[in-house]
Every structure is written in structure tokens, then in C-alpha cells.
T-cell receptor, first 111, second 116 residues
Framework: SQKIEQNSEALNIQEGKTATLTCNYT??????LQWYRQDPGRGPVFLLL?????KEKRKERLKVTFDTTLKQSLFHITASQPADSATYLC??????????FGKGTRLHILP | GAVVSQHPSRVICKSGTSVKIECRSL??????MFWYRQFPKKSLMLMAT?????????EQGVEKDKFLINHASLTLSTLTVTSAHPEDSSFYIC????????????FGPGTRLLVL
């Protein structure tokens, strides 16, 4: 069955450093991959989408890479700030609107 | 960006009662909406796809008679948890795809259900 793994359940990063989160998947051929941010008690908020034919996407301090050979995406936050502390979810989709989520990584940016 | 609202944000009910949760797209139309549930420190699990004007599509293992979905208009979908039990206590979240290709999902703020 299809599986999405976000390697770290929790990650502590010093303020100002780059945070890198990993998403791996198996038994699935996504047309696109997304990253969401979720704060406690809130719904997820869309951050970035990257398609299967794209290697890298950037948005301000965020960068996403997508390697369909390795079946992996990396999500980077540069110059991290305490306000970046949240749970980050990886999600995969195939174009029928339905997407499946990983369990998320809780990121703590330490001041 | 597009806004999705949910009501209520929190609800506490007694075991055996039914609870209705509303999901609204505020500034766009949504022929499709999705219902998820999320347990603490767990991922979002898709429960069902709500389709305007037709029956909802349920994911494997989700009881359609227990989780009734009605998509009465292009901006409103409702999820009714019937005969709720303590194990139904969870965080319920809806989403609607954005315009265009519909790949981006806009999520509601979620509804925390506690069944006593």
C-alpha cells in the first residue's frame, strides 16, 4: 500500500540556521507534492506545490526539492525564526483533487 | 486566498447523540469538499469526498451510516456524526480545492469534538 514517511517526528533547530525536513514515499506515483504548515488546533495552511517534472521550487525563505527517482522531497527553511515553529505536513496528489498526507514533522526553532 | 470556515469550532456532546459540523467556502464555490479527521500527533486521515448534488464517496473503513455527509450547495457541506461515542472524539477538518487545477487545498480551521 502507498506510504508517506516524514523522517523526523520532531526537529529542533537553532534560530538563524536552515531547517531541512524530509518526505519519502513508496508505492505511489504522484503528479505533484505539497507542503503544508499546521499550528496546534488549526487546519493546515498551504505553503508550496512542486510538480513531478520540477526539481526545485522557492518561495521567500522556503525551498522544496522533488526527486522522483529517490521518491523524496526535501523542504528547507532558511534563516529560521521562532515563528517558524509548527508542524509541517507533506502531501501527495495525482490530479483528482484527493491528496494523502504524511504524519508531519514538529519543528521547534530555538531562540 | 480562498477562505473556508467551519462551525462549530468546538463541541462537547453526550454519548449517543448526533452532532452536525458545517464547512463553508466563503468566497468561492466548491463542487467538491473533503472531510478529514486527525488524532493527536497523527496525520490527517481522509474520511470522505463530498460532492455537490450527489452522494459522498467514503474511504475504506469509514462507516457511511455513521458519518452522514450532505453537500447541499456549492458553498456548504455538512458532516453529521450520528450516535456519537467517545472513540469518535477527534479533530475534524474539511477542505476545498482551489480554482484552476484544484491542486491546492484550502482547509477550514477544524472542529474539536469531544464525546462524553
Amino acid at each position: 500500500s502507498q506510504k508517506i514517511e516524514q523522517n523526523s517526528e520532531a526537529l529542533n533547530i537553532q534560530e538563524g540556521k536552515t531547517a531541512t525536513l524530509t518526505c519519502n514515499y513508496t508505492n505511489y506515483s504522484p503528479a505533484y507534492l505539497q507542503w503544508y504548515r499546521q499550528d496546534p488546533g488549526r487546519g493546515p495552511v498551504f505553503l508550496l506545490l512542486i510538480r513531478e517534472n520540477e526539481k526545485e521550487k522557492r518561495k521567500e525563505r522556503l525551498k522544496v526539492t522533488f526527486d522522483t527517482t529517490l521518491k523524496q522531497s526535501l523542504f528547507h527553511i532558511t534563516a529560521s525564526q521562532p515563528a517558524d515553529s509548527a508542524t509541517y505536513l507533506c502531501a501527495l496528489g495525482r490530479g483528482d483533487d484527493k491528496i494523502i498526507f504524511g504524519k508531519g514533522t514538529r519543528l521547534h526553532i530555538l531562540p | 486566498g480562498a477562505v473556508v470556515s467551519q462551525h462549530p469550532s468546538r463541541v462537547i456532546c453526550k454519548s449517543g447523540t448526533s452532532v452536525k459540523i458545517e464547512c463553508r467556502s466563503l468566497d468561492f464555490q466548491a463542487t467538491t469538499m473533503f472531510w478529514y479527521r486527525q488524532f493527536p500527533k497523527k496525520s490527517l486521515m481522509l474520511m470522505a469526498t463530498s460532492n455537490e448534488g450527489s452522494k459522498a464517496t467514503y474511504e475504506q473503513g469509514v462507516e457511511k451510516d455513521k458519518f452522514l455527509i450532505n453537500h447541499a450547495s456549492l458553498t456548504l457541506s455538512t458532516l453529521t456524526v450520528t450516535s456519537a461515542h467517545p472513540e469518535d472524539s477527534s479533530f475534524y477538518i474539511c477542505s476545498a480545492p482551489g480554482q484552476g487545477r484544484g491542486e491546492t487545498q484550502y482547509f477550514g480551521p477544524g472542529t474539536r469534538l469531544l464525546v462524553l
